[in-house]
């Protein structure tokens, strides 16, 4: 898709479609961090999240989203100087940092396992493995697409701005995962 | 890109609001394990808050884009918010 082209406002279809997808996607993960809060501490039966959260471990995984987010908006400006052996770089790094957070969660997950909190020991650990299982499934949708762009990147002129999936609308969803990512850091992990 | 369009940060102002995320990341943590009581809470989501702002205004460049963009962002966060809080108010008053 090379079309380009402006709404009445004068903002790009793509990107005002993207924005409208994002809001649709916090009102997603609202209703799952809601969902959470109302089953904390509630029914306490069996291990809860609060047990069992390694907080020096998922701080280390929050500070390589935060560098993701930082290699995705150098990738960007990259671009923006027509330089796209570097953006190809700065993407690569990107879902790299995008990985090294999904594996970090397989693992928590799996420790969580081990120690006898599952899907379905209570409504608490219940809302924590969907709200963050969903957020992992999006981080990997950002590193997918990132690595399509970095296949897009070998052709000639393949991360231009002008085609469709091009370089702001992944950023601006990998940015988005962040953001979310920060929110639930916060409201589930570090307060008490 | 639309020229007329004030111009994104250099890569230079990236790295430093990074660092800005890092140090604030820090806070977040050092507020956990010291638990400075009833305004640790409030505290981390003002920082929160201040690392959402941070990345939504300079990473996702909502503060070089139009005005409707923006009002269209917090007029959609606004309504989840106000959501959200009448549901979480309305189950806890009820125990």
Do not use: C
């Not at chain 1, 930082?70 to 995008?98: E, I, K, P, S, Y």
């Not at chain 2, 230079?12 to 638990?35: K, W």
């Not at chain 2, 400075?36 to 959402?52: D, E, H, Q, R, S």
């Amino acid at each position: 898709m090379t079309a380009h082209t402006e709404t009445s406002t004068g903002i790009d279809t793509r990107k005002l479609g993207m924005w409208a997808f994002l809001s649709s996607e916090a009102l997603f993960f609202g209703a799952l961090i809601t969902n959470y809060l109302l089953f904390k501490g509630r029914d306490l039966q069996g291990i809860h999240p609060r047990e069992l959260l390694n907080i020096p471990f998922t701080s280390v995984s929050s500070f390589v989203l935060l560098m993701s987010s930082l290699t995705m908006v150098l990738a960007h400006a990259a671009l923006t100087r027509d330089n796209q052996r570097a953006a190809r770089g700065w993407l690569l790094a990107t879902a790299a940092l995008g990985a090294t957070f999904v594996g970090g969660q397989v693992y928590e997950f799996s420790n969580f396992y081990k120690e006898g909190m599952t899907l379905s020991t209570n409504p608490a650990s219940s809302s924590f493995f969907v709200l963050t299982g969903f957020h992992g499934a999006h981080v990997t949708i950002g590193v997918l697409l990132l690595l399509s762009l970095v296949g897009l990147s070998f052709r000639r002129g393949g991360l231009t701005f002008e085609h469709g999936l091009n370089l702001e609308l992944v950023g601006l969803y990998w940015h988005f995962v962040d953001i979310v990512w920060i929110v639930i850091f916060t409201v589930v992990y570090l307060i008490r | 890109m639309d020229s007329a369009k004030p111009a994104h940060p250099s890569p230079r102002q990236y790295v430093t609001i990074a660092g800005i995320l890092v140090v604030l990341t820090a806070l977040e943590v050092s507020l956990f394990y010291l638990n400075i009581g009833g305004i640790n809470t409030p505290a981390l989501i003002v920082l929160m808050l201040l690392k959402f702002t941070l990345v939504v205004a300079f990473y996702m460049h909502l503060r070089y884009e139009s005005g409707f963009l923006r009002r269209l962002f917090a007029a959609g966060l606004a309504v989840a918010s106000v959501l959200y809080f009448i549901v979480l108010a309305t189950f806890y008053s009820r125990g």
